[in-house]
C-alpha cells in the first residue's frame, strides 16, 4: 500500500469511529460522551441503564453499520475490479436480488422471524451467485457475460419479490418493504456478530486472494502469461465477495449503492494506484456509519430505514458515474 | 540472461469449442533469433501463437517446453521461461507506466516477498531497453499507439524470461511506429532473446526476421530463413497473391512486389 492509500484508509476510518461515538451518545436517552466512554471501559462509574442502552441498544447497531459497510466496501470493490467493470457490484449483477426474494418469500408467505428471515436471505444470495456464476460459465468466466446474466437473474427475481408484496396483506407487505429497503434498526448482538466475524475471516483472505487481480487486469491471456491460474483465482475472489455481499444483506437488508459507490469514490481518493481493497472497505465503514446516524438523527424521533437514505444519495452518484462513463466512451 | 528456452511442436492441433483452427502442424522454434509467423487473416497465426504460449489447450499432439509437455508443467512454471504479449491487452483505467509495468513481475512474487530490489532493477531495466524510462510516471491512455506498444514490451520484459511470443505487436501502428517496435524487437534479440512475432507485413517480417514460419488454412506451408524460402510461388501459395520478388536492396532480403489487378490483366 502506498502513503496515500494508507492515508485515506486511516481518514475513513477516523470518520466511521466518529460517526460511532456520536451514535452512542444520540438518542431517546441522550449522554455526553464521557459517560459513554465510562460505560465502554467498563467502569464502575456507569449506571445499569446506561451501560443497557450503550452495550445492547446502540453498539449492535452501531458496530453493525461498521461492519456491514466494511463488507459491502470490500465486496464492491472486489466485484469490480474481477469484472473489470465499475458498474458492476453485487447489488447489481443480481446477489441481492436473491436475497431479496427469499427474505419476502419467508416473511410473506411464511411470517418467518427476523432469525430465520437472514438465513433465508442468506442462502438466496448464495444460490443466486452460485447461478450467476453457472449461467455466465461458458468457456470461462468474462465479466461482460457475468454482469448481463446477472442482470437478466435480477429482473427475474425481482418480479418474483413483486408478486410476492402483491399478494401479502397490508402488515407483512409493510415488514418485507422495510427489509428490502434496508436497516439497522433495532438490530441485535446475534444478528450483528455473524458480520463482525465475517469481515475479521474474510478481509485477510481477500487480501490473500488479491495478489493476483494485478495480473488479472491486464487480461485473461495476459494474466495467464503471467502464471495465474485464471479461472481459480477468479471463482475464489468472487466466492469470497459472496460470501461478504450475503452476510451483509443477511444482517442488514439489501442496503443500495454501498457496495458500488465505496470503491469508487476510494479509487477515486487514492487516484487509482494500487487496488484500493483495504481504502475501499474503509470507505464503506465510513458512509454507512455516516449514513446511519442520519437516517436515524435527522427526522428524530422518526426514523428512516438507512436503505432510504443510500439510495438518495447513491443514485445520482450512479447516474454521474454512467454519464462520465459515456463521455470517455466505455464503460469499464 | 537466462539459458536458451527450447520450445517446439509436434503434431499440433488447435481449435475453439470444436473448430478446428489448427492441424497436425510441426515446428521448432530456433534458440536465439527472431522468427516471424505469417499468413493471410484467420489462417491459424494467433491460435498457433496461443498454443505455444499454453493459453490454449491442444485438440492433438504436443507443445513441448524444454522437453516437457507444456501443459503439465505449472502456469507458473511456464511463466518463469516465456514471456506474452496477447493481441489486445488491457490497461487499467489511469493506470501510470512504471505500475504497469511492474505488473510483469507478477511471477517472481510471492505472498510473503512482496518487492524486491531485484523486480526493481527489473522494472528499470526493462523501461530503459524499451526505451520508456522518462515516461515512467506519465499515464499510459495519454501515450502515443508507439510508445504504449514499448510499455506493453516492457511488461513481458520485465518477466525476465528468455523467450517472447508477441501477437501482431505492430498492428494498427503507423510506418514510424511500426519500425520502432521491431528495431525494439531486434535489440531484445541481440541482447540474447529469442523472439517469435505474428506479423502481418511480410516485408517487414522478410527485414527482420531470420526465420519465416508461413501458413495458411492451418497448416504450416514453409518454414526457412526468408532468402531461402520467400519467393513467387511461395507468395501465391499463402496469400494467393500474384507477386514479383526481388532482392531488397538495403538490406539483402527478399522484397515481395505484389502486382495490382490492372497489370495481372494486361
Redesign the interface.
Known sequence: MDRRAVAVTVAALLVALTALLVSLTRGDYPMPLSDVLTVLAGGDGATRRSAYVVLDLRLPRALGAIAVGTAFGLSGAIVQRVV?NPLASPDIIGINAGAAAVAVFLIVVLAAGPQTVAFGALAGAAATAAAIYLLSRR?GVTGYRLVLVGIGVTAMLTSVTAYLLNTANIYTAEQASIWLTGSLAGRSWSQVLPVVIAVVVLLPVAL?LA??L??L???D??A??????VERARAALLLTAVALAAVATAAAGPIAFVALAAPQIARRLV???GLALVSSAAVGAALLSLADLAARRVLAPAELPVGVLTTVLGAPFLVWLLARANRIGRTG | MTRMTDLRAAGLGLGYEGRTVVTGLDLAVAPGRITAIVGPNACGKSTLLRGLARLLRPAAGTVLLDGADIHRLSTREVAARIGVLPQQPIAPDGISVGDLVARGRHPHQRWLRQWSADDEKAVAAALAATGVADLEHRPVDELSGGQRQRVWIALVLAQETGLLLLDEPTTFLDLAHQLEVLDLLADLNTAGRTVVAVLHDLNMACRYAHEIVAMRDGALLAQGPPAEIVDAALVDKVFGVRARVITDPTTGTPLVLPEPRSRRRS
Not at chain 1, 224 to 229: E, K, N, Q
Open positions: 473489470r468457456r490473500r495478489a493476483p494485478r495480473a487486469e491486464l487480461g491471456d495476459l495467464l502469461a503471467l502464471g495465474v491460474r487516484r487509482e494506484r
